[in-house]
């Protein structure tokens, strides 16, 4: 099994920043991608962004382009999310996940393993 823990979500005005982490732990793999996804109450869990364990490969939803980066850290299992110039429409539950293979990673259904969930909440 591998547990994946999130953190850093909170309040933030329009046009803030915020850091998302996300450390896994248990069962981890050496390779894969771990992604970041969001959900809004009413709506479906929209593809943020993903990045592979080897190689650091992204690729990111249309809507974050731009303004959102990806990163990990190895050595911590960890993930990041830095995102600036939040918009309200930003405001979601910011879920992190991970697949041990490097195909369909903008899809959430492929993915096995995630994290609880932490409230990013942008005020206009």
């Known amino acids: 099994q591998v547990q994946l823990v999130e953190s850093g979500g909170g309040l933030v005005q329009a046009g803030g920043s915020l850091r998302l982490s996300c450390a896994a732990s248990?069962?981890?793999?050496?390779?894969?991608?771990m992604g970041w996804f969001r959900q809004a109450p009413g709506k479906e869990r929209d593809f943020v962004a993903a990045?592979?364990?080897?190689?650091?490969?992204?690729n990111y939803g249309d809507s974050v382009k731009g303004r959102f980066t990806i990163s990990r850290d190895n050595a911590k299992n960890t993930v990041y999310l830095q995102m600036n110039s939040l918009k309200p429409e930003d405001t979601a539950v910011y879920y992190c996940?991970?697949?041990?293979?490097?195909?369909?990673?903008?899809?959430?259904?492929?993915?096995?393993?995630w994290g609880h969930g932490t409230q990013v909440t942008v005020s206009s």
């Open positions: 996940a991970a697949k041990p293979s490097i195909t369909g990673r903008t899809y959430y259904t492929s993915y096995d393993y």
């Open positions: 990045i592979s364990w080897i190689g650091g490969t992204t």
């Open positions: 248990g069962r981890t793999f050496s390779g894969g991608t």
